[in-house]
């Protein structure tokens, strides 16, 4: 398979940016909007997602393997129409956190909030996790070419 490495370097550069831009409104927004405390639950969120991306590719290893363009078209996008949804979901259902013992729709709220701030790191670790695979490939194919 031949992979156009300027085109693949961009398009992770374009990925990683898009996550960081994310990941920083996100806690502008829910500083500004709920809490400031809420804010440092978007790190644990990020990682939360990129490490079950990795989880998914560990238990399926092919991902990508076949449709590596598409894949990553694919998973980009989805993290790009994913996190603008969660943002159209913040301004369509606000939370307030004072009201999570008097009402169990904040509580189901909050849950909402966090799998939906999830779902965007998680496929844009899946994109950047995707092109690691290429390169584990050539490092292995290196290393034991070497020996």
Not at 47 to 59: D, I, K, R
Request: aromatic share 14%.
């Amino acid at each position: 398979m031949q992979v156009p490495y300027p085109r693949l370097f961009r398009g992770i550069w374009l990925i990683a940016l898009a996550t960081l831009l994310y990941e920083i409104a996100l806690i502008r927004i829910l500083s500004f909007t709920i809490w400031y405390h809420f804010a440092y639950v978007v790190i644990s969120t990020a990682l939360l997602g990129f490490g079950a991306s990795g989880a998914v590719l560990a238990v399926r290893p092919k991902i990508g393997s076949a449709d590596l363009q598409g894949t990553l078209y694919r998973t980009s996008l989805t993290a790009g129409l994913t996190g603008a949804g969660f943002f159209a979901l913040m301004l369509t259902l606000p939370f307030d956190p004072m009201r999570i013992l008097e009402n169990p729709r904040d509580m189901v709220l909050l849950v909402v909030y966090e799998v939906g701030a999830t779902v965007p790191f998680f496929f844009s670790g899946l994109s950047v996790a995707c092109t690691s695979g290429i390169w584990w490939g050539l490092a292995s194919a290196a290393h034991w070419q070497c020996r």
